[in-house]
């Protein structure tokens, strides 16, 4: 296969998750028609998600690819998380919001997330980078709305949107290189779908934003919360999937 065929389709891939992001950002609520405890959940949320995951997830994608041009691109990306300790940013910016996370955010996403993680688990190489290259795309889209949460909540602390609304073009442009290297290493059979992470991860970021649309009643942040006094054990046993 050479590099002319096989530079339409990344473009069409890339474009279409482009088009996904757009769509995604295009359906933030207003942050001004949002009450202090959304706008906190929200920040409180993605958080949750982002401050333990990210580096798990992206090293993932080092263990997942093949091709010989992937692994310095991630890895770049990975120096600079930790080099640079990207989850105390995002724990700074949570905290000075007053949205760090207490015990009902983590399970407000539990179930979303979960599904994400078991995806990531089946080290897919292509779909796993796919997956990556949207959520890189859209963290970068989506700082400037998460600062203005913020600034309603009253915080000044924007390193975390700062740094991320700039340093994440590069990182996705630098994701959908390796997306290039690896589909024209393991093209994806036909038949497959390509997008599957993209779906799950969009899933989670819808109940980042709007928790409850697709929760179950044992799941909901309300019922989480009444259960704040149960065992740790009981709720494992409760939630297991
Ligand atoms: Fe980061």
Not at 64 to 85: F, G, K, M
Not at 188 to 205: A, C, H, N, Q
């Amino acid at each position: 296969m050479t590099a002319t065929c096989l530079a339409l389709p990344v473009e069409s891939i890339e474009d279409k998750t482009t088009a996904i992001i757009d769509e995604l950002i295009d359906s933030l609520p207003d942050p001004n028609q949002l009450t202090s405890e959304e706008r906190r959940g929200i920040i409180a949320r993605y958080t949750s998600v982002l401050e333990g995951n990210f580096i798990y997830w992206m090293t993932a994608a080092v263990i997942a690819t093949r091709a010989e041009q992937s692994r310095p691109i991630l890895l770049d990306n990975l120096y600079e998380e930790v080099h640079d300790c990207h989850p105390l940013m995002l724990r700074k910016f949570a905290i000075a919001a007053n949205a760090f996370p207490t015990d009902k955010d983590p399970w407000a996403v539990h179930d979303d997330l979960t599904r994400v993680r078991q995806f990531m688990g089946r080290l897919s190489p292509v779909r796993l980078v796919l997956m990556m290259g949207f959520f890189e795309g859209f963290i970068q889209k989506f700082m400037s709305y998460l600062a203005h949460l913020a600034a309603e909540q009253g915080s000044m602390e924007m390193e975390y949107t700062d740094v991320h609304g700039v340093c994440d073009i590069e990182h996705t442009e630098g994701l959908f290189k390796v997306l290039a290297a690896e589909i024209a290493l393991t093209p994806p059979e036909p038949d497959k779908d390509l997008f599957e992470g993209v779906t799950l991860l969009r899933t989670l970021i819808e109940q980042i934003i709007r928790p409850g649309s697709a929760v179950s009643d044992t799941h909901s942040p309300v019922r989480s919360e009444e259960q704040g006094q149960a065992s740790q054990e009981d709720r494992q046993r409760r939630t297991r999937i």
